[in-house]
């Protein structure tokens, strides 16, 4: 009875139930396996956009470090500077002849992200440095003064960058240091964090790619600290001016420039209009004879080999 | 029993389906790992290589500020025809004059490898395999208002490859490449290195000394203290253990050793109190020696003091060492005419660190005589002999005098303005105070920090 039982097979229930668990496994295998495979798209895709992003990361990042004053004396980098809009000048990286009036070859350069996840790259070659940024106001510009869309060297762009999706702007794409800032002119370095995701809302997140800048070439202002010190000798009082004080953060070598009877413009980045003592070039000045009991007036202006100045004053009173 | 040894079948085939299942799963995580690990990795090679290569350009800027590379200053290995300076550096260079210490980079330095074929290596390099590690190069950045000022171009007929690997323009200023290579990515840079010249704060006095003697008693205007553009100078006499003076002329200071109130127009002022000494400190002595090396007008003190010439004289910064014999007859002299930085050329400054010159002839100088007398000589460190003249000033250190001479060139009451007659053996000149300078270094120039592209 026993052997029988064993060769009876399955009962039509039997059978039912083991092909529901069957197909149940193997559904749910399937599921898991179409899902693993449309993951795996997904993450070719995404590895590509990455790819794409860090190429243009990398690009960023050595324009930005590169960027340079379109001309010396003008303090500061960026052009403009907000969480998705960043523009400046910059060495054009491919050899070829400067324009004339632009020997360093310098180019503008923009990078913003529009309302449609895309990040353009925009430039243009000025043909003299002392040119000014062309239109940011829209992004892209449609202006004529940048490469226009129909040229072949026109606007890179970047393709699903989500820093701002659907209003989004907890995440900016451009950080500036240092922190506390409140003029683009003081901006010395840039924070990149770039959001990058092909199926936005979905599973992964987005990919984050980070890289931080600092503006190498930007130019800071010197500081000039002046005493001015009335002495005694045979002839009368003289004033002995003492600028030695005077410093440059980036360790610039400075000229100095004394001034009698007035002040320092406001604010003070430029020298007086006139006063220049003749030939008071170094720290050190003497100002000459002056009766007793006058209050004479000096200013120093330091400039600095990228010709940013500051100017200080002071006032004596003779004794 | 039985019923359990019949389900054994579909066991086996779940446990299966889960097995796939978990690896397909495991593999595509694993392919999603592999990837984001490649990426920062890549990411993470590039960054070291761009911190690499800027190390290495800090590290050749700071050895370009210790010595400045010109025509003047280039070291001449035994045998070479050229300026030994070396045409690039990297680890395997420490010890290489103007070359960057390899211990300041060594923390950087990366493991061998073998780089992929077609990787991006050095574009200046003549191996065709990529090495990790730094190298710097030094290269003449053109003549002052050149294009290659403004503008690096890497290769090419117009580019920096090709160009001398020092300062051969004497515009003051290199280009200096840095290339860092690490895990097999590369960073390249460039800046341009400017040579930092400084004003030297020099008191501004015709006469400055222990003391001074004039050997004649008449009314020639022997030292001038009124320059031809109506500046007028102190004289700053530090009389101590006074060795000239007679007391008579005149009485303050008496170390004044005039012979007559006359000897000096118009009627001079003494400084009170006198000007400090040493006028030039260690650190301001160093700048001027270095700017003089610079310029190629370094006299070392192994050259005998006696061989020096009035040519070796010229220059806007002439630095002599001297040593204990260039004193007396051992010392620089002087004779015949030779006009010394006579216009159109600058004022110069001529510093005599230990020793004495002696103008014997009726040389004309025109510029600063700064002797710091580190000999502690105490007589006659400078001497205005026969019809010689200083236009400028001259200014000796410690208990060392000055001796002007007596000639005066002959100009009594002299109201010359343009010098086309002398008015004395010592004449002011406030311009040439105005010009003395000092090496202080080099920095990178404003505006001039790139970084190129993979393949420049």
């Given at each position: 009875?026993m052997?029988a039982?064993d060769?009876?097979?399955?009962t039509?229930i ?13 559904g ?10 449309n ?13 794409d ?7 960023l ?6 960027a ?5 004396g003008?303090g500061?980098l ?16 491919t050899?070829g002849?400067?324009?004339?009036g632009?020997p ?11 309302g449609?996840?895309?990040l ?22 449609t202006?004529?003064?940048w490469?226009?869309?129909a040229s ?17 702007t907890t995440r ?8 506390g800032?409140?003029?683009v ?25 980070m890289?931080?800048i600092?503006?190498r070439?930007e ?8 005493t001015?010190?009335p ?16 410093f ?7 000229s100095?420039q004394?001034y009698?009877?007035?002040?320092c413009?406001?604010?003070?980045s430029s ?5 220049a003592?003749?030939?008071a ?7 000459g ?8 007036l ?6 600095n080999t ?8 002071q ?5 | 029993?039985?019923k359990?040894?019949?389900?054994q079948?579909s ?6 389906m889960?097995?796939i299942v ?27 290589a ?5 190390a ?7 050895e370009l500020?210790q ?11 035994s ?7 070396p045409m ?10 103007y070359c960057?210490a ?12 073998t ?7 050095d574009?200046?390099s ?12 030094v290269r ?9 000022q403004s503008l690096?171009?890497s290769?090419g007929?117009t580019?920096?490859?090709?160009a ?12 200096v490449?840095?290339?860092g ?5 590369i960073?390249v ?7 930092q ?8 006095f ?5 003391s001074?003697?004039?050997?004649d008693?008449?009314?020639k205007d022997?030292v ?25 002329q005149?009485?303050?200071?008496t ?13 001079p ?10 006028t030039l400190n ?6 001027v020696?270095?700017?003089a ?8 003190a192994s ?6 010439t009035?040519?070796q004289l ?9 040593n ?32 004495t010159i ?9 510029g600063?005589?700064y002797?710091?007398n580190t ?8 001497t ?7 236009i ?8 060392a005098a000055?001796?002007v001479?007596s ?7 002299c109201?010359?303005?343009s ?8 004449e ?5 105070f105005?010009g003395?300078s000092?090496?202080?270094?080099a ?8 970084q ?5």
């Amino acid at each position: 009875m026993m052997y029988a039982r064993d060769q009876r097979g399955f009962t039509l229930i039997e059978l039912l139930v083991a092909m529901v668990i069957s197909m149940i496994v193997m559904g749910s295998a399937v599921a898991i396996l179409t899902v693993i495979l449309n993951d795996n798209r997904y993450d070719n895709l995404r590895d590509g956009a990455q790819a794409d992003a860090q190429t243009m990361v990398d690009r960023l990042s050595r324009e930005l470090r590169s960027a340079s004053a379109p001309s010396a004396g003008s303090g500061g980098l960026l052009a403009k500077a907000t969480s998705y809009d960043i523009s400046f000048a910059t060495v054009n990286a491919t050899p070829g002849s400067a324009p004339t009036g632009n020997p360093a070859n310098q180019i503008w350069v923009r990078y913003c992200l529009d309302g449609n996840d895309i990040l353009w790259r925009q430039s243009t070659t000025p043909s003299s440095t002392t040119s000014t940024v062309p239109d940011t106001s829209a992004c892209p510009s449609t202006s004529s003064a940048w490469v226009t869309a129909a040229s072949s060297a026109c606007c890179v762009e970047l393709n699903d960058v989500t820093n701002e999706i659907g209003g989004d702007t907890t995440r900016p794409l451009f950080t500036f240091g240092p922190s506390g800032w409140s003029s683009v002119s003081q901006i010395n370095s840039v924070q990149l964090n770039l959001y990058v995701d092909k199926n936005p809302g979905h599973r992964p997140g987005p990919r984050e790619l980070m890289s931080g800048i600092y503006l190498r070439n930007e130019l800071a202002s010197p500081t000039a600290n002046l005493t001015a010190l009335p002495t005694t000798n045979q002839q009368g009082a003289d004033v002995q001016l003492n600028g030695s004080l005077s410093f440059d953060p980036n360790g610039q070598v400075l000229s100095y420039q004394w001034y009698e009877g007035v002040s320092c413009p406001t604010p003070p980045s430029s020298a007086p209009s006139s006063g220049a003592i003749p030939g008071a070039t170094t720290q050190l000045y003497d100002a000459g004879e002056f009766p007793a009991r006058s209050q004479p007036l000096f200013a120093l202006a330091v400039t600095n080999t990228g010709g940013l100045t500051n100017c200080n004053s002071q006032q004596v009173t003779i004794p | 029993m039985t019923k359990l040894r019949n389900e054994q079948g579909s066991a086996l085939m779940m446990a299966l389906m889960i097995t796939i299942v978990a690896l397909g799963i495991g593999t595509a995580l694993l392919a999603t790992s592999v990837a984001q690990q490649r990426a920062a990795g890549n990411q993470q090679s590039s960054e070291t290589a761009y911190s690499l290569a800027e190390a290495a350009l800090n590290a050749q800027v700071f050895e370009l500020s210790q010595q400045w590379p010109t025509s003047g200053d280039a070291p001449r290995p035994s045998g070479s025809p050229g300026y030994g300076y070396p045409m690039s550096c990297n680890a395997a260079s420490n010890g290489t004059s103007y070359c960057p210490a390899a211990n300041d980079l060594s923390s950087y330095t990366p493991g061998s490898q073998t780089c992929p074929a077609g990787t991006q290596g050095d574009a200046w390099s003549s191996s065709s395999s990529v090495t990790n590690g730094w190298t710097t190069y030094v290269r003449d950045a053109g003549v002052t208002g050149s294009s290659s000022q403004s503008l690096f171009t890497s290769t090419g007929t117009t580019g920096e490859e090709g160009a001398l690997a020092y300062d051969a323009s004497a515009s003051g200023s290199v280009w200096v490449r840095a290339v860092g290579i690490v895990n097999c990515h590369i960073a390249v840079l460039v800046t341009k290195v400017s040579d930092q010249i400084v004003s030297l704060n020099f008191p501004k006095f015709v006469l400055d000394a222990n003391s001074f003697s004039v050997s004649d008693n008449g009314q020639k205007d022997i030292v001038n203290v009124q320059d031809t553009n109506g500046n007028t100078s102190q004289i700053s006499l530090r009389c101590t253990g006074s060795t000239y003076g007679n007391g008579a002329q005149p009485p303050n200071p008496t170390c004044a050793g005039l012979q007559n109130p006359s000897q000096v127009q118009p009627a001079p002022s003494y400084a009170s109190p006198p000007a400090a000494s040493p006028t030039l400190n260690a650190t301001q002595l160093l700048a001027v020696k270095k700017l003089a090396i610079q310029k190629g007008t370094y006299i070392p003190a192994s050259v005998a003091c006696s061989s020096i010439t009035a040519a070796q004289l010229q220059g806007s910064t002439v630095y002599i060492e001297g040593n204990a014999s260039c004193y007396g007859n051992g010392g620089i002299s002087i004779p015949s005419n030779p006009q010394i930085n006579a216009p159109p050329l600058a004022p110069g400054l001529l510093v005599l660190v230990n020793g004495t010159i002696s103008f014997t002839g009726s040389a004309t100088f025109y510029g600063v005589i700064y002797a710091p007398n580190t000999g502690a000589y105490t007589g006659d460190v400078v001497t205005l002999g026969g019809t010689s003249t200083v236009i400028g000033g001259v200014n000796v250190d410690g208990n060392a005098a000055l001796n002007v001479g007596s000639s005066g060139n002959g100009a009594v009451n002299c109201t010359d303005t343009s010098d086309s007659q002398k008015c004395g053996d010592l004449e002011y000149n406030a311009a040439a105070f105005s010009g003395l300078s000092g090496f202080d270094g080099a920095a990178s120039a404003p505006n001039m920090f790139r970084q190129l592209p993979n393949n420049q």
